[in-house]
């Protein structure tokens, strides 16, 4: 079992940036790949952006391509969520989920998931 505690959202202007973190405890996030999905208001979670094990191989939604950067320590159990020109668009829930890669379709098969975290966006 793993548990996820994702932090970093917040309120923030658009053009701004903001780190969202993903802490895991239970087992060591090394076994899994791991991803970054939101879901705004009235629709359905998205996949954002998603890592590889051994943080070799990254994958984006084409809308956060250029803006958002995943990453992870594993020596730290963590994971990394950078976001840069905030967009009003980008206002949503954050989760992080840990599960296996789907290299043919670019994202994670989640097994586990967060609580999120809250990311809202002023114009």
């Known amino acids: 079992q793993v548990q996820l505690v994702e932090s970093g959202g917040g309120l923030v202007q658009a053009g701004g940036s903001l780190r969202l973190s993903c802490a895991a405890s239970?087992?060591?996030?090394?076994?899994?790949?791991m991803g970054w999905f939101h879901q705004a208001p009235g629709k359905e979670r998205e996949f954002v952006a998603a890592?590889?094990?051994?943080?070799?191989?990254?994958f984006y939604a084409d809308s956060v391509k250029g803006r958002f950067t995943i990453s992870r320590d594993n020596a730290k159990n963590t994971v990394y969520l950078q976001i840069n020109s905030l967009k009003p668009e980008d206002t949503a829930h954050y989760y992080c989920?840990?599960?296996?890669?789907?290299?043919?379709?670019?994202?994670?098969?989640?097994?586990?998931w967060g609580q999120g975290t809250q990311v809202t966006v002023s114009s």
């Open positions: 989920a840990a599960g296996g890669m789907n290299y043919e379709l670019g994202h994670v098969t989640p097994n586990y």
């Open positions: 239970g087992r060591t996030l090394s076994g899994y790949a």
């Open positions: 890592i590889s094990k051994s943080g070799g191989s990254t």
